[in-house]
């Protein structure tokens, strides 16, 4: 079955890095979309990165572009967020996540990131 696997939260300082891992299995890895998603505290979740089958299309929200960087490795089947000036607006739950051919959505369990000033 699909498996989503995220890692690499924690708490971090004002300006401060963190790099999330999320491992995936049960589906076909380089062909898929792969998403990054955040939820803060009586907020929606919202969509932060997203990254094509082969790696070569991203898209950021305007709220992290030129701070985060997204990135896969296929032959690992693994999906990476790079964050860097992290900011107290920045501490969330995030989530992995992939929409399967059949429509059907995937979600990690999720990494908490707390960001301290």
């Known amino acids: 079955q699909v498996q989503l696997v995220e890692s690499g939260g924690g708490l971090v300082q004002l300006g401060g890095s963190l790099r999330l891992s999320c491992a995936a299995s049960g589906f076909t890895f380089s062909g898929s979309t792969m998403n990054w998603y955040r939820q803060a505290p009586g907020k929606e979740r919202e969509l932060v990165s997203r990254?094509?089958?082969?790696?070569?299309?991203?898209t950021y929200a305007d709220s992290v572009k030129g701070r985060f960087t997204i990135s896969r490795d296929n032959n690992k089947r693994m999906a990476y967020l790079q964050m860097d000036n992290l900011k107290p607006e920045d501490t969330a739950v995030y989530y992995c996540?992939?929409?399967?051919?059949?429509?059907?959505?995937?979600w990690g369990q999720g990494t908490q990131v707390t960001v301290s000033s």
């Open positions: 990254i094509g089958g082969r790696g070569r299309f991203t």
């Open positions: 996540h992939t929409i399967a051919p059949s429509g059907q959505n995937y």
